[in-house]
């Protein structure tokens, strides 16, 4: 049993179990399993096209890899928890079936240390793509609320406080807008990472005459990860997908702080649909946005898991350390928690409904208006901006709620600058209407319905291009793992 | 006086000493300043452009910000602490000069929040330029290393315990590598920053007909960032960045790390340079590699910025929050922390002298040729690689240090697995020789000196192409600047 | 002169400029400078003492020392900012006074490593002091607000939704509770910190017959911290105190977070004071709360530090390193981030206006009074609460608004439960004034006035307690200072 | 059920499976349910006292709570994980047992708000205790240590550089010095968390006549957490401890970081026991400490937690927030990995062998004695200690190792001071032993063996009293518990 083999030539003592159980990484290791087995097979079949194993003996190693690799697939396997990590665990399966004579051979010219590592860029490669199709489907969804939406009146905030008329579909643009730079991080991401490290060995390299160009080919990596030392020492991929998970996070907190600011009693712009809510053991009328506020505390969670990353890695010399096995659960955690997040919070846009009236109502009750009356000032009469800021700067002051009173207006202007103004009060009388104050905007990417047609066509565009570049990588990688399997089943079936 | 007229409009109170204090970014915005004039510039060449500013006026707009960028980059220009940051500073100095009739046009259209990501986003552009310089510099000395060391044998370690025989070449090749995917990570943040939000306005756009694309091409942006709400709301560059520079500095803390242990009174690998080193107040002897320790820590203060930076923006709503004034001070200081940190970096590693004898010796004294000698087993003899490594690690167990003897090989062989070897001990002797180790490696990547001179070329090339990319794109901007300033100068000289 | 003297004995090369401003701490020092001083002086009192200095030479000494000490509270010293860090500096300024022979024994029996440990102790002890009596002011603030408010009908929240009625006073009362057991944290840190590392010397003290209970006794510490090697590798004080910041810096986040959704367009229960606000440059009519938003802003940026301050220390072996320099900034700043964050905090509170009828009217829109007339249901009609609770959630979805009406909760009470209720609309129609609903309450510590009394009484005798105990600890310190400085004058006196 | 009463009568939807794994606790709550079947005991003893609840009611409501507190105890117990936390789960277990009409009260006067951190507070309560108790036994073993090493000869460090001659004792009584602070701080955090929120109700307190006091007294809590709204918004208590459990972690990644070096082929030191070492899947010769290295990750994953812990509270305003749900694991999981990580290291350093002749050695080779010969000089001749620290600093550049040459001394001491002086050769070689240099050593706390027989002693009695008091506070609460048993058994029985 190579276990003990591994464990009892060198040292002559067992290992306690409270030992057992703080180094084992076997629980995490499990979302492995899968890649570990194929990176063997692949290691196997350069062994054998390179002589180092021969082919009668690799047929045997590869058949009882793939017995194990469709028990991993049908979800029977049974671990022992008891190894130190996965990577023992497959080669003890084979050697107890095929014997230590042949079995033996499975390991050689590598080592965990590049094995592992092997075994975690190809899953982040395929949690990334599972990433950005839920990412795909929210911008997707962003696009559907800003079509429905994209004539609902809606403030605009700056500083918690309402700023200017706008839409509400106008929210969903910017999500959907920034949503895209994180799916372009995380296909950057993707690329640095692909490139393979195995052959690096423990990480000085090996004496067999291995094929590294082979392995990284039949597993559909772009380079290969040539230094033998960057290769087991390096874990920067793992803080670049940690950052850009987190920073996805804070996006999701912002979208949640939005919404349970909105579903609040104080603004009433939307209800939650009671899928997504929550209630009081105690308070009897209490209908909760629980969903949003754990949206909100995820975005800690996966920030706090990103900082243990970078911690770990902190002072660190050359070399593998054993440090590097606590990244794993870090990483495959925060992948879940961000993947259940955009889960809930595809539900709760897509679920809940809005108050209209309270959101149009909000912007006539401030004065949002105040800017584009400035504007007005400027444009029709030749005032400065600063000197028309002023103006109504001085009218909200001394008067409150009323900017459309033409003659409040040439007075502060005759006082202030000792401007005399002739203002048209049918004009001013206008801007009492949001959807007029939105349709003189004229700039690229405001609220207004024209805009959001425009941006709503563009954004379409730009999504349907990062899903056709994600779509054929996802299709690339399953035609390598396709292909593998053909050549193992071509061995075993000899 | 913008700043009175700004303020004393609207509110009827000054400002409170420790307010003002307490709110004023100037001390921070010192570094934008040349950026706020340079895109007041661009935007009041659009504005005359557009006829939002009649030319006469804009003429006098223009002078007036050209005397000021001229003062600023000659540093003779005095800043008034007292303004809350550097816009209203700069538009009030206009304003003074050229009065409010015409001095008040030069904020038409436009907002402080879309106003701060510009010169953020410009400020940016050039500090990552700035340093990949030094990245790229770091990388030439790394090479020219790896070139001086390739024939330097080396302990390779594992768990800061020896694992394999290697050479010091191998240690900057491995940063090499590492470090071009710093440069690539810093290479897609500059180009996902560069998109300009001018024109967004406060949050919600302007019903002024300005002309982004114009403003766009001027300052030598890829793209417009056009929803106006994601314009002013979204700080996700700032989180790239500030994780990319942090990434960076895990790796320094890396180096740093290597450095002191080799340092050490146990390694005594390299002996620092006087420069860099520090003596102690009361231990005569002393001699101590401060600098390097300072590199360690410097990890630590960019990776809590880095938590700042995202922690404010944890749980904000959308919209511009004043909240985000405090990342500027955060992504600056990181910085310029990280460029001082590569001075002192390069001029360690470009001053150290090394004791090959110690680097050579270490490599006799421990079993560092276990590895290669069980995989000898294995080509030689046949075994599998389990077996050889069963035997190798029992011999170590019982023997200790001399794994070069057949005659125990065998005993242990034939004891363990009844195996009847027949070692060539000549052959067995020559693994005493590290550099015969080193040769007998034949995986791509590996430290043997033949392995090491492919990797510099390879490696040289690639800093060559990062290199003219980099060049290419600071080129460019440089020739925008350059030609808003022509413009300028032309509407000047009327 | 000891600054060459220290470097060019060991060391054969002057210190680069970019590297003494890499490692140099002046900056930071002069905030240590009065400490240092303090401390040489207490040190060398202690050697004329043991006779190590003599008496006529410690005068010298200390009349040089007083010098400075004179120079640094007058604040018109002079700092050489190319010396690697204050306590050189110091030693220096001594030595080219009066003489290596005499002012190079000065140092004798210590090193850099305890002194800079005891300058940061002496500080901490009195920051925390001083960070206390703000606290206590902030303190006397919240009880008088909660004095004038305790009749102010306000609804209670949870989960950002309006949950019961309440009163605007129990706001500061559940404020002044915390704060009383920040500092209570404030005052056992000081405690554990208040021990005294002088004497540990280098790392592993020193052959002077020193008396380090005399040292302790003269600078008022309660302990001597024994073990040298603990004295100059520990820095878990720092770490304390900054967790202890940080965890002050998520409260003032909390009261920050309340007050920005209380004066924004949809609470409307408070107006900030003018001098506490912002205006826009754009939107004329914004009056936004970026105190508020800073000081929420500024939780981030202590957190952030407090990471950097643990980040230092992990992975560093025992003895001092010099990754330690490090943190003094950190803690530095984060002190006086918090103590600006705390004028602002006591600034906008003790200034804005109130809106009594937005905040009562808010009790009156929502069901606030749903608990209230369950628990009336169990108490009056004894059935069981979770009965009562099941009936009135029923009457919320049915019937939204009016939850008064006896006849629909009999009927849900019959359809549901099968019970047959009497219930008295009289009483229940008094449910209608919040003022009664508060009456009603009878568990310790709840919002209604009489409540609100006791608290008021309590919490005024609780912080009057720990003001005593601060003012006492910060008279004793003081009366150590005095002391210290009659022996000194004594000394030079002759 | 009030599983479905609970969401049923507000709500007009099933909760989806997706949003209830999203929103479920009871995984974490599994953990506290013990204290929530206890808690919700006291309650209801309360009420019936209270006459709240009837006493025939209460003793079915206590019988099926201590049924239920059976089945935790014995680990029988069926937890339905769909169930939205741990309170209703036992609410409806109650109820679907002896029915609504009973059952239905036994939520009466309190709110899963108050309820929560009543749990949360008794799981802290125990959870340091234990902690404690650990930490206490590893006092202990310090202790042992340093008694079993005080003549065994060290280097002691700084810059992890060789600094002086200590003993290996000495690193075992700083350690157990600092932990003297932990085990305080532990003991602070303990009492501050020490107060009852039950009662608080919701928010807001309730109008059933409860009596906060009785249930303050039978768990055993110091004070009544008075005010309702601090009693469910705060969560100080939480950052609190989990700021101590991270300073414990940087204490333990220290020890680790010490381990690492001192069992590396460099330092040779120590050699870890074979059952806390792990091998190499490639390299035989390998063992490695992989347990440390993991010790000084388990920081990292800690402090991670932590930052966690402060993140998910920023920005919250006042009352409860379902964010704070995300805390209790985040606690949970930390003391757990803390326990481990404080149970590995407490094997690994009982188990671990020296190698004291590479201790000593490593003090003959460099030149620690050099602080020791400077002191010498100026005790004996006179001389100011920066003129022999520039001495013997100077000898080290020119000379190297000897540092015991009279004549070279007197050379320098002319050249650079004009100082003649007659350096008695005998007494200056004795230096040359370590033993005497460590005997000449005056100053209180230092690694002499004199010494460290003092700390020793004063340490143990330290500790003794520590554990006193924790075994005090223990068995006060374990009479509590017994107690309550006791009361609710006597009302079961009638």
Redesign the interface.
């Known amino acids: 049993m190579?276990k003990d083999?591994?464990?009892n030539?060198?040292?002559?003592?067992?290992?306690?179990p409270?030992?057992e159980?703080?180094?084992s990484s076997m629980k995490d290791d499990v979302k492995i399993a899968f890649y570990d087995v194929l990176g063997t097979q692949v290691h196997n079949i350069m062994l054998i096209e390179q002589g180092i194993v021969k082919k009668e003996e690799g047929m045997r190693i590869l058949g009882e890899l793939q017995a194990i690799k469709q028990e991993i697939i049908e979800n029977s396997i049974k671990y022992d928890m008891s190894f130190?990590d996965i990577?023992?665990f497959i080669?003890d399966r084979v050697?107890q079936k095929i014997g230590?004579?042949?079995?033996?051979?499975l390991?050689?010219?590598?080592?965990?240390?590049d094995?592992v590592v092997l075994d975690i860029k190809l899953k982040i490669r395929d949690d990334i793509i599972f990433l950005a199709s839920k990412l795909l489907q929210l911008g997707d969804l962003f696009l559907s609320l800003a079509e429905k939406y994209e004539a609902t009146i809606c403030p605009?905030?700056?500083?918690?406080?309402?700023?200017?008329?706008?839409s509400f579909s106008?929210?969903f643009?910017?999500y959907a807008?920034?949503l895209l730079?994180?799916l372009?991080?995380l296909w950057?991401c993707l690329n640095?990472t692909n490139s393979n490290p195995l052959?690096?060995?423990?990480?000085?390299?090996?004496?067999?005459?291995?094929d590294?160009?082979r392995t990284t080919d039949l597993l559909g990596f772009d380079t290969?990860?040539?230094?033998?030392?960057?290769?087991?020492?390096?874990r920067?991929?793992t803080?670049?997908l940690i950052?850009?998970y987190?920073?996805l996070a804070?996006?999701i907190?912002?979208?949640?702080?939005?919404l349970?600011?909105w579903?609040?009693?104080?603004?009433k712009f939307i209800i939650f649909?009671?899928?997504?809510?929550?209630?009081?053991?105690?308070?009897?009328?209490?209908?909760?946005?629980?969903?949003a506020?754990?949206l909100?505390?995820?975005?800690?969670?996966i920030?706090?898991?990103?900082?243990?990353?970078?911690?770990?890695?902190?002072?660190?010399?050359?070399?593998?350390?054993?440090?590097f096995?606590?990244i794993k659960p870090?990483i495959w955690d925060s992948q879940e928690k961000l993947s259940?997040c955009l889960?809930?919070l595809i539900?709760i846009i897509s679920s809940f409904k809005i108050n209209d009236k309270n959101m149009e109502s909000?912007t006539l009750?401030?004065?949002?208006i105040?800017?584009?009356?400035?504007?007005?000032l400027?444009?029709s009469y030749g005032?400065?901006?600063?000197?028309?800021?002023?103006?109504?700067?001085?009218?909200?002051?001394q008067n409150g709620q009323n900017?459309t009173n033409s003659k409040e207006i040439q007075k502060i202007a005759k006082e202030k600058?000792n401007l005399s103004l002739q203002i048209n009060q049918q004009e001013l009388d206008r801007f009492r209407n949001p959807r007029y104050c939105l349709e003189?905007?004229?700039?690229?990417?405001?609220?207004?319905q024209k805009?959001q047609e425009n941006?709503i066509q563009?954004l379409k565009r730009d999504f349907s291009q990062v899903k056709e570049k994600f779509d054929a990588k996802n299709k690339y990688i399953k035609a390598c793992y396709e292909k593998i399997n053909d050549i193992v089943v071509q061995y075993i079936q000899g």
Do not use: W
């Open positions: 190579p083999l591994l464990r030539a060198r040292l002559s003592k067992d290992v306690l409270i030992v159980n703080f180094l130190e990577h023992p080669e050697i230590i004579e042949i079995g033996g051979k390991h050689s010219g590598r080592s965990r240390n094995q605009l905030y700056t500083h918690t406080q309402r700023a200017q008329i706008g106008h929210y643009l910017s807008t920034e730079r994180h372009s991080r950057d640095r052959g690096a060995g423990a990480v000085g390299g090996t004496s067999f005459p291995i590294r160009q290969i990860q040539v230094n033998s030392l960057d290769a087991v020492s390096s920067d991929y803080l670049e950052s850009v987190s920073i804070i996006f907190s912002r979208i949640a702080e939005d349970v600011l579903s609040s009693g104080e603004f649909d009671d899928t997504f809510s929550s209630v009081s053991s105690a308070l009897p009328q209490k209908k909760n946005p629980d969903t506020e754990l909100r505390a995820g975005s800690a969670e920030i706090g898991k990103m900082l243990a990353t970078f911690m770990i890695q902190k002072s660190l010399c050359s070399g593998y350390n054993r440090d096995q606590q870090l259940s889960d809930i539900g909000a009750e401030s004065n949002l105040a800017l584009d009356i400035a504007e007005y400027v444009i005032i400065s901006f600063r000197m028309a800021h002023s103006i109504i700067g001085t009218l909200v002051q900017l600058f003189m905007r004229k700039s690229l990417g405001n609220p207004s805009q941006m563009d």
